[in-house]
């Protein structure tokens, strides 16, 4: 209801404001200001106010944008025309990768290794020790399978008759060592063997030793079911097991080492973290043992090298006189170099033959026949290598194809042999392929050293030349004498 409606007198309100109108020539009245708030005016300037800055902003953002299609732009050399450029999804990939590892891990400041002269590479440090949780890499060669997926024993495929192979069974990788009157092998894993083992007493006849695996287990940092290319350094008390596996925290292949009192094991790692893992370079793998004319114990290894550029290169170091520690700094003696070797080498073992250092190394994809075994004479342990032929000095040839993972086993009456894996020239690769172990007679003339044909001689235990003299156990028992396929004199 209305105040008039309801009887309430009304409060005087303020008079009408009079103004002469331009058209009539007569004073109008115009209606109170009821909301003075929001008068032209001031409603005017809010709307600039709120206005002037969002157009400014929207400018700058045209600009921007302007700026940012231009440099996405290039001119093509043929025509001059202007073109959009847009990144291949491997660059950016790659891109990414580098950016992520450089954000995580700092570049190294190592000096660049001396450009090497035809079929030589002058030795080189290694980078700074990896950061405690280095990054991953993201880029590397293609992994091997996983050893584990084919069950244990490995392949099924029975030796074709033609084989020149001493064990029927898949032995990827072999290591010899003699050691308790015995020969003892050891491979890359097979089926849920980590460390597969056999014992002969001939070099010629193997069985299955004790459970079949080495190696009690892997550490905390390590991931089951990549346990490749072990071998074994017979110290004064101990045996020292050396072998490479997956590093969880970065999906590297690394290098660990175990423990035994005995050459059958159980091998024991206790360690916290790797011994050697070159995550700049893409991991490291296969280590291989080497005792020098001093007594010195050294281990050899190959970085696994990326799809970024890193090639794939052959180390050594010294270790401490129980084998579990590296002593000093890393050299470089090789990388790759010969069409042969593309894309890869690996599989580093040295021996002393005649007094000199011998280096021998695998090369190309294992996984085909092309796989072989390169040679380099070298004027120390730590170098400089040099290599004595553009070519392998053992390649398939009848009995067996993509010969590798070899080592040096000295044999008394024998002369040095050289133990290796081969595919069966039928059957190369898996699933149906095996690499079956394999001893071939070695020849070694001054600077020219060549691989003879498939060794088929008697070994008799006590013809072993044994270079680590009697060993005890700590309850005093003997241990025996003992010498391997990667201890040389």
């Known amino acids: 209801m209305s105040r008039r409606a309801a009887g309430i007198p009304l409060e005087p309100g303020p008079a009408p404001e009079r103004r002469s109108s331009p058209i009539h020539g007569r004073s109008q009245r115009r209606a109170p200001d009821r909301h003075p708030r929001l008068r032209p005016g001031r409603v005017v300037a809010a709307w600039l106010a709120l206005v002037v800055p969002l157009a400014a902003g929207c400018a700058t953002t045209a600009v921007d944008d302007r700026a940012l299609e231009r440099s996405r732009l290039v001119a093509r050399p043929?025509?001059?025309?202007?073109?959009?450029?847009?990144?291949?999804?491997?660059?950016?990939?790659?891109?990414?990768?580098?950016?992520?590892?450089?954000?995580a891990d700092p570049p190294s400041t190592e000096p660049a290794p001396a450009p090497p002269a035809p079929g030589e590479v002058a030795a080189a440090p290694d980078p700074a020790p990896a950061p405690a949780s280095p990054p991953p890499v993201v880029n590397r060669p293609p992994e091997r399978p996983d050893r584990s997926a084919t069950g244990p024993g490995g392949t099924t495929e029975p030796q074709a008759a033609e084989s020149t192979a001493v064990h029927p069974a898949d032995f990827p990788d072999p290591f010899v060592l003699r050691a308790n009157g015995a020969w003892w092998a050891f491979s890359t894993q097979i089926g849920l063997a980590s460390v597969p083992m056999m014992r002969s007493t001939d070099l010629l006849r193997w069985e299955v030793a004790g459970d079949g695996d080495a190696l009690a287990g892997v550490p905390a940092w390590a991931d089951w079911g990549h346990s490749w290319a072990p071998s074994v350094l017979a110290r004064p008390s101990t045996f020292v097991l050396y072998y490479t596996t997956r590093h969880r925290a970065t999906g590297l292949q690394c290098i660990s080492r175990a423990v035994a009192l005995l050459p059958q094991g159980p091998y024991e790692d206790d360690s916290t973290g790797p011994l050697v893992c070159q995550t700049r370079r893409g991991g490291s793998i296969d280590p291989s043992p080497f005792v020098d004319a001093d007594g010195t114990p050294w281990l050899l290894w190959k970085s696994e090298g990326t799809l970024l550029g890193e090639p794939t290169r052959i180390w050594v170091q010294?270790?401490?006189?129980?084998?579990?520690?590296?002593?000093?700094?890393?050299?470089?003696?090789?990388?790759r170099a010969m069409p042969w070797e593309e894309p890869i080498i690996e599989g580093p073992s040295m021996a002393l033959i005649g007094g000199r250092h011998h280096l021998f190394y695998s090369g190309n994809r294992w996984e085909t026949a092309r796989y072989a075994v390169g040679h380099a004479l070298c004027e120390t342990v730590t170098g400089p290598c040099r290599r004595t032929s553009s070519g392998p000095v053992l390649h398939s040839r009848p009995g067996e194809a993509g010969p590798g993972g070899q080592e040096v086993l000295h044999v008394d009456g024998h002369g040095p042999l050289l133990v290796h894996h081969a595919w069966d020239p039928a059957a190369v690769g898996y699933p149906h392929g095996a690499r079956r172990l394999h001893l071939s007679e070695l020849h070694a003339d001054g600077d020219v050293v060549r691989a003879g044909g498939p060794w088929r001689g008697e070994a008799r235990a006590d013809l072993v030349a044994d270079v680590t003299g009697p060993r005890t156990r700590s309850d005093g028992g003997l241990f025996g004498r003992a010498g391997a396929a990667r201890t040389h004199n």
Do not use: C, I, K, Y
């Open 318 to 335: 010294a270790l401490s006189d129980d084998g579990l520690r590296r002593v000093g700094n890393p050299v470089q003696l090789l990388e």
């Open 78 to 103: 043929d025509t001059g025309q202007v073109q959009p450029h847009r990144p291949s999804p491997r660059a950016v990939e790659e891109a990414a990768a580098v950016a992520a590892v450089a954000r």
